[in-house]
């Protein structure tokens, strides 16, 4: 089962004893995020939904029923840690299913945190890092990390009706968003915007200290990868965001790999 390259890529290089964690998270966020397919029935999407919701529940409860929330229960018990809370992800979800348009940016990263605190957050606080450490890094840079990732295939969401910029209130025509190919200054507005994800991504990281990196590997690898994914489509606009996340995170030194510089 694939889960999106950039999460293959995290399972392939996350520590061995990571692995079986990740799988399982990755597999709860596809399953919910299975209710987007468009082949579903609204209610059958929104029935998905409710389903997870109470597995969600079940799992902060301590009585999982799904193969995937089970496994997440073990690894937060091999690690003395409470159940993950993914509740959030469900939410994120539903707002997406439902088409919502974002008014204000204030709309907008609430809707980037609810994913930022559930998904990216476990994977921070499953890196063995202290956990306001990976609190800390999770708070910061999970919605940037959500937010890079849907702009990176803004068109698709576009024209599916979801439109992750925010379009004032009264809410301005989204059919300037749908064009295909997009106007030049809505090309220009999403590049910048790029650019200044990329650029707090890398100071998020540059603020960790030399000494919890390894701990914090794959939070932040997955930072990397986001930025990298942005700068393969758009080298000339990130190639110094590139270069700074290079020289001022160094991954490496024997302990991550060098694929973020290929």
Known sequence: MSYGPDRDWLIRFCPPEQAAALTALFTVEQEVSASLRGELEHQVAHARLEWWLEELTRLVEG???????????????????????????????RVDLAGVAFLSREELDQHLHAWGNSVFREVA????AP????????????????????????SRHARA????????????????????PLGVAEIADLEARRRSLAQQICDAASATTSASRPSLRVPLLWMGYAIERIGR?????L????????????????NLPRTLSR
């Open 63 to 93: 009585a999982a029923r799904h193969p995937a929330t089970r496994a997440l229960a073990a690894a937060a018990s091999t690690q003395r840690h409470s159940p993950p809370d993914l509740r959030s992800l469900v939410e994120h979800v």
């Open 125 to 128: 606080l499953g890196s063995g």
């Open 131 to 154: 956990p306001a450490m990976a609190e800390q890094l999770s708070s910061r840079a999970g919605a940037l990390v959500r937010e890079l990732e849907l702009l990176a295939e803004f």
């Open 161 to 180: 009706g979801r439109i992750y910029r925010p379009l004032g209130e009264p809410a301005e025509p989204h059919a300037r968003w749908q064009a295909d």
């Open 233 to 237: 489509a758009h080298p000339s606009a």
């Open 239 to 254: 190639r110094r965001t590139l270069d700074s996340w290079r020289s001022a995170v160094t991954l490496s030194r024997g």
